[in-house]
């Protein structure tokens, strides 16, 4: 299966699907999955140094046999690295754990408001992607005015917003801001996220997405599951999201989705699940130094 690509705003191509590797840990179930994804036709693996396997991923796509100019890696600046020379260190750092010479995408892992130099770091992305040692530069859980802040402090508009984003929070103001700047919103969570809430950040009232009679519905209505329901609606909203399954039949199965398409009604349907419900961490209160 060949996984079609979009143009970001600098003109790079883009798988329209990634894989995600948070996690994934580093030992078996990585390696299987990491195969599983190549065999099915994913070129884009985004990674962080918080999911600890960073160096693998690149360990993994060096041996895997294809060509790098067809693989699509993506890491994260850790959110301790906000200042100018600790963000062009963490570059460096990054590419050597990976053993790679360029990164196709480099992003801000968080904003980290309470710190305020993400505009500092913006400054350093804007080094790196004039020398050429990353094709694409970005953000990721950005809010609308911590976006105004690079807009109006930065030269070069962000080409990626990656944040959590699926039908339980569609983040429509957010991703409509994206879209009038021509920032590519990539989707973490695309399926809603793990099937019970994340540790520190409990929650009444949980539901799990991929059981929502909505997403079962639709999906049924083309043979297909609630997962590839909710994968299509990311990509029919311009919206590139990064799935993430240890499951070789659940990997292949995330990225057939390009035999369907959802009506303006589903849709809209879809839509319409939004309850604004975030399961990882508010991005405006966000400013744990040991994720990144
Ligand atoms: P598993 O690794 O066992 O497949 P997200 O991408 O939103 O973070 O969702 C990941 C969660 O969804 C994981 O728990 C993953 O579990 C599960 N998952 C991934 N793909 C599918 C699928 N096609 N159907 C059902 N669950 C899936």
């Known amino acids: 299966m060949k996984i079609p690509t979009v143009t970001l705003?600098?003109?790079?191509?883009?798988?329209?699907?990634?894989?995600?590797?948070?996690?994934?840990?580093?030992?078996?179930?990585?390696?299987?999955?990491?195969?599983?994804?190549?065999?099915?036709?994913?070129?884009?693996?985004?990674?962080?140094?918080?999911?600890?396997?960073?160096?693998?991923?690149?360990?993994?796509?060096?041996?895997?046999?294809?060509?790098?100019?067809?693989?699509?890696i993506t890491t994260k600046l850790p959110n301790a690295c906000h200042a100018y020379e600790d963000t062009l260190k963490a570059f460096d750092t990054a590419l050597e754990h990976m053993g790679l010479d360029y990164l196709d995408l480099f992003l801000i892992h968080f904003p980290v408001p309470s710190v305020g130099k993400y505009h500092e770091a913006w400054k350093a992305m804007e080094k790196l992607y004039r020398e050429k040692r990353v094709r694409a530069i970005g953000v990721s859980n950005f809010q609308e005015p911590h976006l105004q802040k690079i807009l109006d402090t930065g030269e070069i508009v962000p080409q990626v917003n990656e944040l959590e984003c699926n039908p339980y929070l569609t983040v429509r103001p957010l991703c409509n801001f994206c879209a009038e700047h021509g920032i590519r919103v990539v989707n973490w969570f695309p399926l809603g996220g793990p099937r019970e809430p994340l540790v520190p950040y409990p929650m009444d009232d949980f539901k799990?997405?991929?059981?929502?009679?909505?997403?079962?519905?639709?999906?049924?209505?083309?043979?297909?599951?609630?997962?590839?329901?909710?994968?299509?609606?990311?990509?029919?909203?311009?919206?590139?999201?990064?799935?993430?399954?240890?499951?070789?039949?659940?990997?292949?199965?995330?990225?057939?989705?390009?035999?369907f398409t959802l009506t303006p009604e589903e849709l809209a349907e879809i839509d319409a699940l939004n309850h604004d419900r975030r399961l990882g961490p508010d991005p405006n209160t966000f400013d744990d130094m040991e994720m990144g």
């Not at 590839?228 to 292949?252: C, D, G, V, Y």
Request: net charge negative; proline share 6%.
């Open 9 to 72: 705003s600098n003109g790079v191509e883009m798988p329209e699907i990634g894989f995600g590797v948070a996690a994934l840990g580093n030992g078996k179930a990585f390696h299987t999955a990491m195969e599983a994804a190549l065999e099915n036709g994913y070129r884009m693996f985004d990674t962080a140094p918080f999911y600890e396997n960073e160096a693998e991923v690149g360990e993994f796509l060096r041996g895997c046999g294809i060509p790098r100019q067809e693989l699509f």
């Open 208 to 259: 799990v997405l991929l059981d929502d009679p909505v997403m079962l519905r639709i999906g049924a209505k083309y043979g297909k599951s609630a997962a590839q329901a909710a994968l299509k609606w990311a990509i029919q909203n311009h919206i590139t999201p990064i799935p993430k399954s240890s499951n070789p039949e659940r990997i292949r199965q995330n990225c057939d989705i390009y035999d």
